[in-house]
Each structure stands twice: as structure tokens, then as C-alpha cells.
């Protein structure tokens, strides 16, 4: 149960686009299609943005996207916004248990 | 609309104990696998258990096996955490989770 990999931190400008990866192994991300993206504000719980590796819920933004390669997850949000400021977590269901990743804190420069 | 709320959180000792209800509505409760994740301050998500649509099937991560039990009651559409021999390393908020859909959490604190 190792948490998932992901970057401390991204930044980009508005308007610009960002990629956040979520490196997992063989027997989560890599093994099952069932990746989720959530974004979290301070003292908010989160909220699911992306499942199923690609799946946006209603009410999400086009804006946000994901993709899977491998053992390797992302999450791509383009035509930056200053409410994209926030943090954001992978996860990989295993049909057992979850993973998460560890989460990136994303700044609207 | 989905709602799920958490209530039970609190200060407590450690070795000590809590229960955490989450009522549940706006879905049939009953056809669905339900979770716990905690977040400890300023940290990130973790997973805590699962149990399945009739109880028969539950799973705890590690750190947690053999001190906390979930449960569920389907009449009431509620699932339950219950915590005991509570460690100062349990302080976290608690979310309920089905779906993809969070509760707004409660807090647990471990202190003396």
C-alpha cells in the first residue's frame, strides 16, 4: 500500500496548460483503470475532477483531462485559471483498498 | 442530491476511543462498498477501510488493523468507524467517502 508518486508542487501562468503525473506500479495504477483525480482547497474536503483514468464528472470543466500510460497517471488542466489554484491528489483503486498519491499544490503564477 | 455527513469527532486521549457515524442519502446506500480517509493537518489523503454492501467484506489499512472496526447499518444509511487504542499519530479530519463523494469531514484529535 506506497503511496503514489507525485510532484510537491507545479506552477503555471494563466491561460498556459499544466501536467501533474501520478506514478504508481503494476499492481495499482498500471493494473486497474479505475484512477481518480480529486482537488482540494484549504479546509475543503475534496472533490472528484477526473475517474476511471478519463472520465470527467458532470459539472466539471472540459478544461481538466486524464490519461494513463503504464504505471503512470495525469492530470492536465489547460487554459489556466486562478481557481485552479489548489491542491491535487491521485488515487488508484485496487479492488481492495485505495492508494493515494502524496499531492501537488498547484500556483496560478 | 448526494449528502453524506459525518458526525463523532473530538478530543480525546490516547488509548482512548470514538465512533464515527456518516449518514448517508441521496443514493441507495445498500448497493454500494463505502470507505473512510483521513487526513492528518497539513498532510495528505490516506485511506482507512472499506466494507462491503452487506458488512461481509472489510479492509483497513495497515496501520490501523486490529484497533479500528467498520461497520454499516443499511436500515439507517449510516456506516460507523469505530477507533479505539487511539495514537496521537489518528489526529486527522476523517472523510466519509462513496463514490468519489465526500463528506465535509470531522475533525479527531490525540492529545494529552
Known amino acids: 500500500q506506497s503511496a503514489l508518486t507525485q510532484p510537491a508542487s507545479v506552477s503555471g501562468s494563466p491561460g498556459q496548460s499544466i501536467t501533474i503525473s501520478c506514478t504508481g506500479i503494476?499492481?495499482?495504477?498500471?493494473?486497474?483503470?479505475?484512477v481518480s483525480w480529486y482537488q482540494q482547497y484549504p479546509g475543503k474536503a475534496p472533490k472528484l475532477m477526473i475517474y476511471d483514468v478519463s472520465n470527467r464528472p458532470s459539472g466539471v470543466s472540459n478544461r481538466f483531462s486524464g490519461s494513463k500510460s503504464g504505471n503512470t497517471a495525469s492530470l492536465t488542466i489547460s487554459g489556466l485559471q486562478a481557481e485552479d489554484e489548489a491542491d491535487y491528489y491521485c488515487s488508484s483503486y485496487t479492488n481492495i483498498y485505495w492508494v493515494f498519491g502524496g499531492g501537488t499544490k498547484l500556483t496560478v503564477l | 442530491e448526494v449528502q453524506l455527513e459525518e458526525s463523532g469527532g473530538g478530543l480525546v486521549q490516547p488509548g482512548g476511543s470514538l465512533r464515527l457515524s456518516c449518514a448517508a442519502s441521496g443514493f441507495t446506500f445498500s448497493s454500494y462498498w463505502m470507505s473512510w480517509v483521513r487526513q492528518a493537518p497539513g498532510k495528505g489523503l490516506e485511506w482507512v477501510a472499506n466494507i462491503k454492501q452487506d458488512g461481509s467484506e472489510k479492509y483497513y489499512v495497515e496501520s490501523v488493523k486490529g484497533r479500528f472496526t467498520i461497520s454499516r447499518d443499511n436500515a439507517k444509511n449510516s456506516q460507523y468507524l469505530q477507533m479505539n487504542s487511539l495514537r496521537v499519530e489518528d489526529t486527522a479530519v476523517y472523510y466519509c467517502?462513496?463514490?468519489?463523494?465526500w463528506g465535509q469531514g470531522t475533525l479527531v484529535t490525540v492529545s494529552s
Open positions: 467517502v462513496w463514490e468519489g463523494f
Open positions: 503494476s499492481s495499482d495504477v498500471g493494473g486497474y483503470k479505475y
